[in-house]
């Protein structure tokens, strides 16, 4: 398409759709294996396994904190101050 600069043009997706609901961008994804779909994001967050929700739920420590316990964050647990 005209409207599109020449980077955009190479990043197109294959399928030749309109690209209704996703970014064009110049940079490739980080993780083949995550999604970029806000809505496959949100189900996976909400539906993880407790094991791995523990770790989503992390929160950065504080100045001090980080220096006491050596680590810049912790998951939270019930009655945590965040």
Known sequence: PFWLKPFELEN????????????????????KTVSS?????????????????RKLM????SKDLRAKYGVRSIPIRRDDEV
């Open 12 to 31: 197109l997706s294959p399928s030749g759709g309109s690209g209704f609901g996703h970014r064009i961008s110049s940079a490739m994804k980080q993780k």
């Open 37 to 53: 779909s806000r809505r496959k994001s949100r189900k996976a967050y909400f539906t993880a396994p407790s094991h791995l929700r």
């Open 58 to 61: 992390s929160s950065p420590l």
